[in-house]
């Protein structure tokens, strides 16, 4: 048997701000109603975390609790654990109705790091990035540039971004373009 291999095993751009490929990440899109008793315990079992709020994404380390949609979760964990608690949400939630999918071999991740990383990202999504707008502690699901993402803010000048795994090379390549020096706007 194969092991695993990231999107794009050690990619790195150093610019206006430091772009990299994270490497393996345990990812699991958990739908139903968030509301639910049943839902949040195990929820908040696996992660090690509290719930989120609305557009909130509350991470420790390794684990995490994305909100994505009004009945949607991304539990983020270690790569190799995620089979393990899908089995877990699948025991805790028997007899519900949810969805539990181990997604985290189709996703990649990046890290864009450093003071202009706020930048990078403004030019490539229609989120509000300005800083009363968008801090640590929430997400975005939205686009960069002409393809799905996610990103949220692990620190007050780093973003964690989740994009689908079959366009990393087009997202590493977008963000670098982004942060290079002569590109600088500064803006925020």
Request: charged share 25%.
């Given at each position: 048997m194969s092991e695993p291999q990231s999107a794009l095993p050690g990619a790195a751009f150093t610019g206006a701000a430091q772009i990299t490929e994270t490497g393996l990440?345990?990812?699991?899109?958990?739908?139903?109603?968030?509301?639910?008793?049943?839902?949040?315990?195990?929820?908040?079992?696996?992660?090690?975390?509290?719930?989120?709020?609305?557009?909130?994404?509350?991470?420790?380390g390794d684990n995490g609790l994305?909100?994505?949609a009004p009945d949607e979760l991304l539990i983020l964990c270690p790569h190799m654990d995620a089979?393990?608690?899908?089995?877990?949400i699948d025991k805790a939630l028997k007899g519900t109705h949810y969805l539990a999918v181990n997604v985290s071999d189709a996703r990649a991740v990046f890290r864009v790091d450093g003071q202009g990383a706020r930048e990078?990202?403004?030019?490539?999504?229609?989120?509000?990035?300005?800083?009363?707008?968008?801090?640590?502690?929430?997400?975005?699901r939205t686009r960069l540039a002409q393809v799905p993402a996610a990103f949220w803010m692990t620190g007050p000048q780093t973003f964690e971004i989740v994009c689908f795994r079959s366009v990393a090379q087009y997202v590493f390549d977008l963000l670098s373009n982004a942060a290079k020096i002569q590109a600088q706007v500064d803006y925020f």
């Open positions: 990440r345990g990812m699991i899109t958990l739908k139903g109603d968030l509301s639910a008793t049943k839902l949040k315990n195990i929820a908040k079992k696996v992660s090690g975390v509290d719930m989120p709020e609305k557009r909130g994404a509350n991470i420790k994305c909100w994505m089979p393990t608690i899908v089995t877990q990078v990202l403004a030019k490539l999504t229609p989120a509000d990035l300005h800083p009363d707008s968008f801090g640590p502690g929430e997400i975005r």
